[in-house]
């Protein structure tokens, strides 16, 4: 099943790399140039360990990916790196010296800058406005060498209030100037902020950096909101930056942004680094199996599916964001019942979208959704749930649950209507049930459903207590997604085999999923979402997860060829009708 | 790090029995405490001033009196914002629909005849009706356009007093002289009073039904209706409310037409049970004071009543210090404010845990993470 047996031995030899090595005999002598060195690293929130001894060596002027998936730690430790967290192990040096940034402020003064994925940008203040922001220089006539009024600035009280009150923004503009020439990054320094591209504004962020004197540069995920002509610019922009010997760290999860442009790349994988590779040994087939990939599937039984009539039609959804731009470009779907549907693909490309159009909380701008052969097209979601459509959303505790309510009062969110009269609820009633639940799903941490709050529990019972209220509706659709993110692994095995039991008892499945081992342990057809659309289809027989890794990641030059060629007809296939 | 100590604030994970049920008592009492230090510079011995304030208050018939017909106003008002808190939004407001109602109460009392039976019903829902159609606007624009509640709702407050201060000066204008007052409310839209039950409270009028009807009513709706659910589900969570197929929109609009519904019947009460008519600026901010009370009581509509009542002790127990010892009734705003300022810092002290300890060589290792995960 596996043709490109190579890589995946690597990643056999990989996983054992993953038992924490010992510091001290780690750094082979090439490595000597190093500028920031992280060893041992370690964060942990409660519950989560989002860091587990972690080793990053990046080299002084070198552009370095960190690659991962949502989640898999990479945002987390560029926070520690930045003194956004306090790690709790582990040391970092910066240029040979140890480096223990408490803030922002003290990670920027010792040379590292980062660029946000979200701008922190002030909308109504100009360039160069936003680029001295907290870092103003004294009016001339009050600086320390300008005479009488300049000793003024050296008395402690008084030096603070001139700071506080003069503004000069002379020389910050000349110097925004020489260094908009110097890297091209070319964004006028008396322009409005809200007057820029979205591109224009990544740029003054790097300016923001750059104005600082920093050495390192971190950026988080910077193409996320970018075109792809803004990202190409990016690139060069940081190619110059790299040329003028300013070290880089790119985080991303697209691969082929990281064979593009870095010199190195460190893969994080569920907290821990996987492997560091340069980037001209490995194709983007072996970073996507070390990005993704675990040494065994999930053992879940997936007997051969019963498969009955259609009961989720979507056709040409088209979507968009609140900017205007396309999120969705049309996608066709076609669920039976008894059938999962696995929609692979890197988040951020429609996942959201697609999800919530499939269940009515979002309306999509084009297109039509029908379930169980009734049209729906424009409804709420009230509507949906009435149609017997259950959603498990991405982000639980934002969108699925109310935290600070009780269990009880969570698990009866889809069916307190009920049927009896007068608007009056039976809670007696709804907490007997709540009590089932927890008990039927092995909801943990529950002490009294009346009164523990949703919010007091683990991810992973969170996430159970979510598909108990979904699942108990015995819904004809359910639309599933990262069902088992964040998740123990005790608890993964559970969801994925309620979801499979609920699959055996008729209802059609929707799975978005990051995760290629979920994908194809569960599914019975496979869509690959990229960019909007679905760019390919197999099956988990006919595919192997380094070529829908690939696919993920957009490495499908002609949609048509690989949605076609590839997986050919399948014994399910598409449902064209 | 201060002088060798380190002080950590880490987060808690789920907030202890006593300090959740603790929180009212510990506000008031640190609000007492630190009003005290004004009565000292005031020269007052605090301990008798608040001796006065409530033992006066509380033991003798004319303050129990005063504190029950202060409590009404303060009561409906306090659930006019307490309900709105419940689905997540600020009503602001409550003054103005108060007014609102005052004026609507006014009207049906001076132009429905017929027996107290008949007009006291018409002038109360009258008056209901009147507040809640101008909550109706800020819950309107909050549900269909997303403009903010607390804007709208404070705004139209100085629309509707202004606008009362307006009627009596023309339109409604009554009496002789030049006074800005309405006419006197007929006798038959006078309140009931108690005298036949509680001879000794014979000016305590059956707006003290009202408050306690209203808040057992709006318990009733938040604990055991669906509505009540749908009203709980979306102050917690408005985007998995609106997930659920709860008309979130719908919500918005109710809880802001009832609270106006009960500010306005505050007002006509006011103005029927007290005032005997209209007039401008007749409320001392009873709308206002809603808020504390509502924040107060945030944990059940009893609790607002409550509060509500506590409030008006201050209130009544304020003036008898302020004749006693010849000190500013202000010290009783002051006393309210600090309550406010007490329940932040609880909030405070909810969410976070504080740790002294002295600074060994060692940083001491973490707890466990704070605020993290997000």
């Given at each position: 099943m596996d043709p490109q047996s190579v890589p995946g031995e690597r990643v056999e030899t990989d996983?054992?790399?993953?038992?924490?090595?010992?510091?001290?005999?780690?750094?082979?002598?090439?490595?000597?140039?190093?500028?920031?060195?992280?060893?041992?690293?370690?964060?942990?929130?409660?519950?989560?360990?989002?860091?587990?001894?972690?080793?990053?060596?990046?080299?002084?002027?070198?552009?370095?990916?960190?690659?991962?998936?949502n989640g898999a730690g990479k945002s987390t430790l560029m926070n520690v790196l930045y003194g956004l967290y306090d790690r709790d192990a582990g040391t970092i040096t910066l240029d040979g010296e140890p480096y223990d940034p408490?803030?922002?402020?003290?990670?920027?003064?010792?040379?590292?800058?980062?660029?946000?994925?979200?701008?922190?940008?002030?909308?109504?203040?100009?360039?160069?406005?936003?680029?001295?922001?907290?870092?103003?220089?004294?009016?001339?006539?009050?600086?320390?060498?300008?005479?009488?009024?300049?000793?003024?600035?050296?008395?402690?009280?008084?030096?603070?209030?001139?700071?506080?009150?003069?503004?000069?923004?002379?020389?910050?503009?000349?110097?925004?100037?020489?260094?908009?020439?110097?890297?091209?990054?070319?964004?006028?320094?008396?322009?409005?902020?809200?007057?820029?591209?979205?591109?224009?504004?990544?740029?003054?962020?790097?300016?923001?950096?750059?104005?600082?004197?920093?050495?390192?540069?971190?950026?988080?995920?910077?193409?996320?909101?970018?075109?792809?002509?803004?990202?190409?610019?990016?690139?060069?922009?940081?190619?110059?930056?790299?040329?003028?010997?300013?070290?880089?760290?790119?985080?991303?999860?697209?691969?082929?942004?990281?064979?593009?442009?870095?010199?190195?790349?460190?893969?994080?994988?569920d907290g821990q680094r996987i492997d560091t590779v340069e980037t001209d040994s490995v194709t983007e087939d072996d970073l996507a199996r070390l990005m993704v990939g675990r040494d065994v599937l999930f053992d879940v039984d997936r007997p051969p599916a019963e498969i009955g009539d259609p009961v989720l039609e979507a056709t040409g959804l088209e979507t968009e964001d609140e900017r205007g731009f396309e999120v969705l470009s049309?996608?066709?779907?076609?669920?039976?019942?008894?059938?999962?549907?696995?929609?692979?693909?890197?988040?951020?490309?429609?996942?959201?979208?697609?999800?919530?159009?499939?269940?009515?909380?979002?309306?999509?701008?084009?297109?039509?959704v029908s379930v169980g052969g009734r049209d729906l097209t424009g409804q709420g979601p009230r509507a949906f749930l009435e149609a017997g459509v259950s959603y498990v959303p991405e982000d639980r505790l934002e969108d699925a649950t109310a935290p600070d309510l009780s269990v009880m009062h969570n698990l009866m969110l889809k069916s307190y209507r009920g049927d009896s009269g007068f608007g009056r609820l039976d809670y007696d009633a709804a907490a007997e049930r709540a009590e089932r639940l927890v008990d039927e799903f092995d909801v943990r941490g529950v002490r009294d459903v009346r009164k523990t709050p949703a919010g007091d529990l683990s991810g992973g019972n969170l996430q159970k207590l979510v598909l108990a209220r979904e699942?108990?509706?015995?819904?004809?659709?359910?639309?599933?997604?990262?069902?088992?993110?964040?998740?123990?692994?005790?608890?993964?095995?559970?969801?994925?085999?309620?979801?499979?039991?609920?699959?055996?008892?008729?209802?059609?499945?929707?799975?978005?999923?990051?995760?290629?081992?979920?994908?194809?342990?569960?599914?019975?057809?496979?869509?690959?979402?990229?960019?909007?659309?679905?760019?390919?289809?197999?099956?988990?027989?006919?595919?192997?997860?380094g070529t829908v890794g690939l696919w993920m990641g957009g490495a499908v030059d002609d949609p048509a060829v690989a949605a076609s060629d590839e997986p050919a007809p399948t014994a399910e296939g598409r449902t064209d009708d | 790090?201060?002088?060798?100590?380190?002080?950590?604030?880490?987060?808690?994970?789920?907030?202890?029995?006593?300090?959740?049920?603790?929180?009212?008592?510990?506000?008031?009492?640190?609000?007492?405490?630190?009003?005290?230090?004004?009565?000292?510079?005031?020269g007052v011995n605090p301990v008798a001033a608040y001796g006065t304030m409530f033992v006066n208050t509380l033991t003798t018939p004319f303050g129990v009196t005063e504190v029950l017909l202060r409590s009404v106003p303060l009561v409906l008002t306090g659930l006019a914002v307490y309900l709105p808190l419940r689905a997540g939004l600020w009503n602001i407001g409550a003054e103005g629909q108060l007014y609102l109602g005052a004026i609507a109460g006014t009207w049906f009392a001076l132009n429905v005849g017929g027996p107290s039976l008949v007009v006291v019903p018409v002038m109360l829902v009258g008056a209901g009706v009147a507040g809640g159609l101008w909550a109706l606007v800020p819950g309107l624009l909050r549900a269909r356009r997303g403009v903010n509640e607390i804007i709208v709702s404070l705004m139209l407050t100085f629309v509707g007093v202004e606008f009362a201060g307006y009627l009596v000066r023309g339109p409604m204008k009554g009496g002789q002289g030049n006074f800005p007052v309405s006419e006197t409310l007929p006798t038959a839209a006078q309140l009931p009073q108690l005298g036949g039950l509680f001879p000794a409270l014979e000016r305590v009028h059956v707006g003290v039904f009202v408050a306690i009807l209203a808040a057992v009513a709006i318990r009733y709706l938040l604990r055991s209706t669906k509505t009540g659910y749908e009203v709980t589900v979306t102050g917690s969570n408005a985007d998995a409310a609106e997930g659920s197929g709860i008309d979130v929109d719908r919500v918005y609009v109710l809880v802001f037409v009832l609270a106006g519904v009960l500010a306005g019947m505050a007002g006509a009460i006011e103005i029927a049970g007290i005032q005997g008519r209209l007039r401008p600026?007749?409320?001392?901010?009873?709308?206002?004071?809603?808020?504390?009370?509502?924040?107060?009581?945030?944990?059940?509509?009893?609790?607002?009543?409550?509060?509500?009542?506590?409030?008006?002790?201050?209130?009544?127990?304020?003036?008898?210090?302020?004749?006693?010892?010849?000190?500013?009734?202000?010290?009783?705003?002051?006393?309210?404010?600090?309550?406010?300022?007490?329940?932040?810092?609880?909030?405070?002290?909810?969410?976070?845990?504080?740790?002294?300890?002295?600074?060994?060589?060692?940083?001491?290792?973490?707890?466990?993470?704070?605020?993290g995960g997000d």
């Open positions: 996983k054992t790399k993953t038992a924490p090595p010992f510091h001290s005999c780690k750094l082979p002598p090439v490595e000597s140039d190093a500028y920031l060195e992280l060893s041992g690293v370690r964060k942990t929130f409660p519950g989560v360990v989002a860091n587990d001894d972690v080793d990053l060596t990046v080299r002084r002027g070198e552009i370095h990916g960190l690659l991962g998936e408490e803030s922002p402020a003290d990670a920027i003064a010792s040379g590292v800058g980062m660029v946000h994925q979200h701008f922190m940008l002030i909308p109504r203040l100009t360039v160069a406005e936003n680029v001295v922001l907290g870092d103003r220089e004294r009016a001339s006539g009050v600086r320390a060498d300008d005479g009488p009024l300049g000793a003024l600035a050296d008395v402690p009280f008084l030096g603070g209030v001139l700071d506080a009150l003069t503004l000069d923004m002379g020389p910050p503009v000349g110097r925004i100037r020489e260094l908009t020439a110097e890297y091209g990054l070319d964004v006028p320094p008396e322009a409005p902020v809200w007057d820029l591209t979205v591109g224009e504004r990544q740029r003054v962020e790097i300016l923001k950096a750059l104005f600082r004197d920093v050495e390192l540069l971190v950026l988080d995920e910077p193409t996320a909101v970018l075109a792809p002509d803004d990202a190409e610019r990016l690139f060069e922009t940081l190619e110059t930056l790299a040329d003028s010997g300013i070290t880089i760290l790119f985080i991303t999860h697209k691969l082929e942004e990281v064979t593009r442009l870095t010199d190195r790349v460190t893969v994080l994988r049309g996608v066709d779907l076609s669920v039976r019942a008894g059938q999962v549907v696995g929609i692979a693909g890197v988040s951020g490309n429609g996942q959201v979208d697609l999800a919530e159009s499939l269940v009515g909380v979002r309306r999509p701008s084009a297109g039509a699942l108990s509706r015995d819904p004809d659709v359910l639309v599933a997604h990262q069902p088992t993110r964040g998740v123990d692994v005790g608890a993964v095995e559970f969801l994925r085999e309620a979801i499979l039991d609920q699959r055996a008892e008729g209802t059609g499945v929707v799975l978005l999923s990051e995760n290629l081992d979920e994908v194809f342990a569960l599914s019975d057809r496979i869509l690959v979402l990229s960019d909007g659309e679905i760019v390919a289809e197999t099956t988990p027989e006919e595919a192997d997860r | 790090m201060i002088g060798g100590y380190d002080i950590e604030v880490s987060a808690r994970e789920r907030v202890p029995r006593w300090i959740n049920y603790g929180t009212p008592v510990f506000t008031v009492v640190a609000a007492l405490v630190v009003g005290g230090f004004a009565l000292v510079a005031l600026n007749f409320s001392p901010g009873y709308g206002f004071t809603a808020i504390p009370i509502a924040l107060l009581g945030r944990r059940g509509a009893l609790r607002v009543f409550l509060a509500g009542l506590f409030f008006a002790v201050l209130v009544v127990g304020g003036s008898s210090m302020e004749l006693a010892f010849s000190i500013p009734a202000a010290i009783v705003e002051v006393i309210q404010a600090l309550v406010i300022l007490f329940l932040i810092t609880a909030e405070f002290f909810k969410r976070y845990r504080i740790s002294i300890e002295r600074d060994e060589r060692e940083p001491p290792a973490p707890e466990s993470g704070a605020a």
